[in-house]
């Protein structure tokens, strides 16, 4: 596990009463909170707390009813374009094109990126390396298993080296061993000073966090690291500190 440093705190994403209303609909109400520099932060929530729609306004791509919120030092109202270009993105459903080959795929996100030919050349055979995928190479994305999918998004997702990396439930549906694998790639793009704002329905992921929000109806209704928030409301898993919080959210959809 990284440790983020109390003296050595770099804020990279910073939201002040960020607030989303569609209609007479208020999908995020008012939430405020810090994310640092190299953190791994688990923003948490069960289906219609008003997360997605959170992640969206971070991402660039939905403007804030109300409050603010910056993202690698940008303003998500009027510099949306600027945060996509310091952001890396990834989401359980994939954002890679199955009918190209993993080095077509590798390629294609390096160059949207903005990165040069020669670098793109560099990153790719570090890239294929890295992952052992070099024999893999002309593959096809969609003849891939599962797991090697989520390696290779994540992989592409900080090719570029993001400020920070969204991940959106990018474990769902592989198995344990490849779950774990998959975090350790996180904890070391973290070590390298990536941030991860990751979202999972697996609480035993919410473990792996420094730091955990979570959100219920539109609100923040706990902060902070797995161990004082355990502590904060007497369980001893973040799964039932979850389960206590949940059970009270009325919304179901989100």
Not at 45 to 72: D, E, H, Q, W
Not at 95 to 110: K, M, P, Q
Not at 203 to 227: F, H, Q
Not at 236 to 252: E, G, H, Q, S, Y
Request: proline content about 3%.
């Amino acid at each position: 596990m990284n440790n983020i440093a109390n003296n050595q705190r770099e804020v990279v994403i910073s939201a002040t009463n960020l607030t989303k209303q569609f209609g007479d609909f208020i999908a995020t109400n008012a939430i405020s909170f810090e994310v640092y520099k190299g953190e791994i932060f688990g923003f948490l929530g069960a289906n219609g707390a008003g997360k997605t729609t959170a992640m969206k306004m971070l991402c660039g791509l939905s403007t804030p009813s109300r409050g603010s919120a910056t993202v690698a030092g940008f303003d998500v109202s009027t510099e949306s374009e600027k945060i996509k270009k310091n952001i890396g993105y990834m989401s359980q459903k994939f954002s890679l094109y199955e009918d190209l080959t993993v080095t077509e795929n590798i390629r294609f996100y390096a160059g949207i990126y903005g990165l040069s030919i020669p670098v793109i050349k560099e990153k790719t055979a570090a890239l294929l390396q890295q992952l052992n995928m070099e024999s893999q190479k002309n593959v096809l994305v969609k003849a891939l298993p599962l797991g090697w999918k989520q390696k290779l998004a994540f992989s592409i997702a900080i090719i570029h080296d993001p400020a920070v990396v969204f991940l959106d439930e990018p474990t769902g549906g592989v198995d344990p061993i490849t779950r774990r694998e998959f975090w350790e790639m996180i904890y070391s793009a973290a070590n390298r000073g990536t941030t991860a704002f990751v979202t999972t329905h697996y609480m035993d992921e919410a473990e792996y966090c420094n730091r955990i929000s979570i959100m219920v109806d539109g609100k923040i209704e706990a902060l902070g690291t797995p161990s004082d928030l355990k502590k904060e409301f007497n369980s001893a898993t973040m799964d039932d500190v979850f389960l206590k919080l949940a059970r009270n959210a009325k919304r179901i959809g989100d």
